[in-house]
């Protein structure tokens, strides 16, 4: 069982990404999330939130929490 990096929501089956970057100095991230849009609203976090700069609309803020 994991644990989404976003929402924090318990999952049996995520979507597990592999970041690696030399800013990493541990080596490869492994991160876990329940969902695509949890995966897509973590990585706009980091980006500095350039990527969907939209994220502030009804939208999201219901569906997601965000």
Not at 28 to 46: G, I, R, S, Y
Not at 50 to 61: E, N, T
Request: aromatic share 14%; glycine share 4%; hydrophobic share 40%.
């Amino acid at each position: 069982m994991h644990h989404c990096d976003r929402c924090k929501q318990e999952t049996e089956d995520p979507i597990a990404v592999i970041a690696s970057a030399p800013e990493i100095p541990s080596g490869p991230l492994a991160l876990f999330f329940c969902c695509w849009e949890c995966a897509a609203l973590w990585f706009n976090v980091k980006a500095g939130e350039i990527l969907m700069p939209d994220l502030d609309s009804k939208y999201y803020r219901d569906r997601y929490g965000y």
